[in-house]
């Protein structure tokens, strides 16, 4: 059920291109643990990335797409597809994050508690300057910082939507923000960009044969106003009549409206954007979809069709 048609999150160009994966400056000392920390130069990099296991690598290229990660996360998405009983995972996840750690290339937040999850038990982590070279990073100069509770809830929410991808297809690629961005060429010839969440390809084949589907994510916390929200949506009107994702895939993808938190509990923030598309002139109906969390695979199977 994709669109097929002819036809800010905070950034301007100078920052989408900077920012990529780093992190702001902050005071924050970089690393935990007890274990002997090293120097993590660029002579470096190499030597230590040949003593890592491919799951220390997973951990790691885990925290440079989505920033932050709770210990549950990481474990479903690094540790869970290896055959393991749950109980052998998270000792493995348990015994990683702990050598991470010990060596400076990981450090745990102050705070626990996380995304669609939460719990005193959970731990909260991110690359150190030291990781982010090992996991590849390229970007500018990287900080590890405490997030602010809003920012923090944003991108755990994003991580457990990854999460929940796997398994929904045979192939899953899932592009996380701002890898997941679209730049285009506005109206007056200026540099406009789409930010979704998450952009998501699946593949798979069932009774009808092969299918690819794609989507754009917005997660919604509940923490933008639904003249917010309109504009974004708007955007990917705007974007839909470039043409270029459909040069590209031969398709538009679908958008998928996720509203999460306590926000949506009863369900009516959902029910009043899905009201505010449907009423509106400007807006394509069946392009924009919405979902819960608990419908999350629901929602995305029935654009299989």
Known sequence: AEVNTPVNAQ?????AAGRSMTTPRSSSSAGGGSGQRRRVDRRSV???RNELSDSHQAV??????????????????CFTQTGRSEMAAA???????????????????QRRVGGLQAGSAVGIYQLTPGGYRVAGGTAGRFRSHEPSPRLLGHWLAIGDVHVALQGIAAQ??????????RRYTGL?????????????????????????????????LGTEGFGRLERKALGYETYLRTGIEQERHGVFPLVLWLFAGETNRDGRRQARFASLVERSSRLTTPLHRTATPDDLLDALRGGLA
Do not use: C, M, N
Not at 60 to 77: D, F, M, N
Not at 172 to 181: G, L, T
Not at 203 to 220: C, H, K, P
């Open 91 to 109: 000792r493995a996840t348990t015994r990683a994050l702990r050598r991470l750690e010990d060596i400076g290339l990981i450090r745990p937040l």
């Open 60 to 77: 790691l290229e885990w925290l440079l797409a989505h920033r932050y990660a709770t210990t549950h996360q990481l474990r479903a998405a």
């Open 11 to 15: 950034v301007r160009e100078s920052k």
């Open 46 to 48: 190499a030597g230590i």
């Open 172 to 181: 899953v690629e899932v592009q996380v923000e701002p890898a997941s961005w």
């Open 188 to 220: 007056g010839g200026e540099t406009k960009w789409l930010q979704p969440d998450l952009a998501v390809v699946l593949r798979g084949r069932d009774a009808d044969g092969a299918y690819e589907s794609r989507w754009f994510i917005e997660v919604d």
